[in-house]
Nanobody, 118 residues
Framework: QVQLVESGGGLVQAGGSLRLSCAAS????????MGWFRQAPGKERELVAR???????YYADSVKGRFTISRDNAKNTVYLQMNSLKPEDTAVYYC????????????WGQGTQVTVSS
């Protein structure tokens, strides 16, 4: 069973930066596509960025050019570098894993809070 643990959230002023980390255990990390999702109060969970097993990436339009997703297979870790943060980026951020032969994310972390003050 894959387990995911996020870290790196916190409170930051608008325009600042944070780097989220998600450490995976219990599976062969390189076999999994990884995604970062977020959920703001009263809103649905949304995909922020994803990176597949080959390193290809996707970003939501709202974060394109500001956020960067990366992975280190040797450390079983995926990162989300967030720059030029805006108050609307405030949310709980979740890491998720999807086996490369699946179309859905079956494994989720517990989430980490990111709060951006104006």
């Amino acid at each position: 069973q894959v387990q995911l643990v996020e870290s790196g959230g916190g409170l930051v002023q608008a325009g600042g930066s944070l780097r989220l980390s998600c450490a995976a255990s219990g599976g062969t990390f390189s076999y999994y596509g990884m995604g970062w999702f977020r959920q703001a109060p009263g809103k649905e969970r949304e995909l922020v960025a994803r990176i597949d097993t080959g390193g290809s990436t996707y970003y939501a339009d709202s974060v394109k050019g500001r956020f960067t997703i990366s992975r280190d297979n040797a450390k079983n870790t995926v990162y989300l570098q967030m720059n030029s943060l805006k108050p609307e980026d405030t949310a709980v951020y979740y890491c998720a894993a999807r086996r490369q032969d699946k179309t859905y994310y079956a494994h989720w972390g517990q989430g980490t809070q990111v709060t951006v003050s104006s």
